[in-house]
């Protein structure tokens, strides 16, 4: 047992919020016995965590996960001179989420759905000038810190389209599938 308490603390994250960048203010530890040493938090380091599974309300902590998501994205837009991206339920309810409940039935992370490119898919429902992130994970957020933001941030096409000034309309969709412990997510933006 205390070996398993041991590992299950074997690392900790505290994350701490103040008006500047979101993300220059986390630090991470590792404990190996009564020694606390820094360590970098790069996407290694969160692998390592234990993957929770959720027993909860999982509509509620999705639903959670996209506001937050969308919220972490028009920080960073703003402390970073780009305008705030408006939420688009129309687009949300008729792109956004149709595909992503596709990704989560099929097991596929994908722009295209059954035969349909996404600008396919985007004009059957009439929405024009559109971009799409799409993936998954295994990890729920890390108390304010949006997972899904962190893995696009590191994946240049996909930042460059959340960050395109040209855009001001977002849709953001997260589901969990329990039987494989996975997230999945849909992001849209259009002009």
């Not at 986390?26 to 996407?43: F, K």
């Not at 929770?52 to 959670?64: A, H, R, T, V």
């Not at 937050?68 to 309810?93: A, C, P, Q, S």
Request: charged share 25%; proline share 3%; with cysteine.
């Amino acid at each position: 047992m205390k070996n398993k308490l041991a590992l299950i603390l074997l690392f900790i994250c505290s994350i701490s919020h103040t008006q500047s960048n979101l993300l220059d203010n986390i630090y991470c530890y590792e404990i190996i016995g009564n020694d606390t040493t820094p360590v970098d938090c790069d996407e290694s380091f969160y692998e390592k965590l234990p993957t929770p599974i959720f027993y909860g309300n999982i509509d509620s902590l999705c639903w959670e996960m996209e506001k937050r998501f969308v919220r972490t994205l028009n920080e960073w837009r703003t402390e970073h001179g780009i305008h705030k991206l408006e939420y688009d339920n129309d687009m949300y309810d008729g792109l956004t989420l149709p595909h992503n409940e596709w990704q989560l039935q099929s097991g596929l992370i994908s722009h295209s759905e059954n035969g349909m490119s996404m600008s396919q898919r985007a004009e059957a429902v009439g929405i024009r000038g559109i971009g799409e992130c799409c993936a998954y994970n295994y990890r729920s957020d890390l108390g304010e810190l949006s997972r899904f933001f962190l893995q696009y941030k590191d994946s240049p096409p996909h930042w460059k389209i959340l960050t395109d000034e040209a855009y001001h309309y977002i849709a953001a969709s997260v589901l969990y599938d329990q039987e494989t412990n996975r997230y999945y997510s849909t992001v849209n933006v259009r002009y």
